[in-house]
């Protein structure tokens, strides 16, 4: 049950109010998305370099249309994980910060999945040019099921087994 202080809803645990708990929560997420977006243009960067060297000629079609799609996903991980940053900028002194903590966080899910998605096409056109392609899709799917684990698998573990109810 909340309590009530000068005309303030808190709720119990942190004894915060929604305000309080947003602004939390949107440090904590600037946080977050720093790192990611650190690691998806230092990615990103790198693809828009590939098209330009000389050995971009020389890959298959196959690869070629790897690679466009590993661009693609690289722009839209680089929008979506910027995306909060812009949406805050947009939505400030609006008295709408728990929404946009909200929907930053979506946008953040949405960027970290799309930087899966680059991480292991990337890793697939790399090891295509590589190596002989026979174990490629093999090793690549053991990377994703690693990332599954890591960045979504466990944090839902931990989610449901010390979350009370």
Not at 83 to 109: D, E
Not at 134 to 144: D, K, N
């Amino acid at each position: 049950m909340p309590d009530t202080e000068q005309g303030e809803t808190r709720r119990r645990g942190r004894n915060e109010t929604e305000e309080e708990r947003a602004d939390r929560m949107w440090q904590e997420l600037i946080q977050e998305v720093r790192v990611a977006q650190m690691g998806v243009q230092i990615l990103f960067g790198f693809l828009l370099t590939v098209v330009f060297t000389p050995k971009y000629d020389d890959l298959s079609h196959t690869n070629q249309m790897i690679y466009i799609v590993t661009v693609v996903l690289g722009a839209c991980a680089t929008g979506a994980l910027i995306g909060p940053v812009s949406l805050h900028r947009l939505v400030s002194g609006r008295r709408v910060k728990p929404q946009a903590v909200r929907w930053a966080s979506r946008l953040t899910l949405l960027g970290l999945v799309l930087l899966l998605a680059t991480t292991c096409a990337s890793l697939l056109l790399i090891l295509r040019v590589a190596s002989d392609d026979s174990f490629v899709p093999y090793l690549v799917a053991g990377v994703v099921l690693w990332y599954l684990l890591w960045w979504f698998g466990l944090p839902m573990w931990a989610r449901h087994r010390y979350t009370t109810r």
